[in-house]
């Protein structure tokens, strides 16, 4: 088992887990947390795949599905047992960003063979499960929270576009792009790292308006 195959497991895992953990602060039953942890799990990956107009990659090969599952159960049993349940969701969910920020790339560079098309991809596998998850859960959309997010994917793929047209080994790369998101996101998390916001001004009335 290669890395890539070990991130896109580990992502799905992860992800999913942090479904759950939605989940369950919401205190609903199993069907509910298997649902959550499934479309967190393999909801970015899947809109990556229709976009690329590939085939989706877990229904060929069904293992995602039971690793969504297995990791919602999981959590259905243990996750009265952590402390702070939205404080690990955030930092599962930063693992998960930074595997699946490599995992698109990496497959968006594959069959485009763009660079562009590739950090998109990474960008987009990374955030949208996370987003679902929020919007179902009615949670804090990770997209308004104040720390960095979105740039830690682009970050991630970025570094791993860069490496793999540099020549670096797959290995290189690849550690290097998961490496380069989870400290951005982690920086974030742990540091309160954010980009300075748009500052509004009072909007001029119509009749003021030359």
Not at 37 to 42: N, R, Y
Request: some cysteine.
């Amino acid at each position: 088992m290669n890395l890539v195959t070990i991130l896109d497991y580990a992502g799905v895992a992860v992800f999913a887990a942090t479904g759950a953990l939605a989940a369950s602060r919401k205190q609903v039953d199993i069907i509910g947390f298997l649902f959550l942890a499934g479309v967190t799990g393999i909801g970015g990956g899947t809109f990556r795949d229709l976009i690329l107009n590939t085939p989706v990659f877990w229904i060929g090969n069904h293992d995602y599905v039971l690793v969504c599952a297995a990791s919602a159960i999981l959590v259905f049993f243990t996750a009265h047992r952590v402390e702070s349940r939205y404080k690990l969701l955030l930092w599962l969910d930063a693992v998960g960003l930074a595997a699946f920020a490599v995992m698109g790339a990496v497959k968006g560079l594959a069959i485009t063979g763009s660079p562009v098309v590739a950090i998109i991809m990474g960008m987009l596998t990374a955030t949208f499960g996370g987003i679902l998850r929020d919007l179902l859960a009615g949670e804090p959309s990770v997209l308004l929270r104040p720390e960095v997010y979105v740039t830690a994917a682009l970050a991630g793929a970025g570094v791993y576009t860069i490496c793999d047209l540099a020549g670096l080994a797959p290995i290189v790369s690849q550690l290097g792009g998961f490496v380069v998101a989870l400290a951005v996101r982690g920086g974030a998390l742990r540091f309160g790292w954010r980009i300075p916001v748009y500052k509004s001004r009072p909007g001029r009335r119509p009749e003021d308006i030359p």
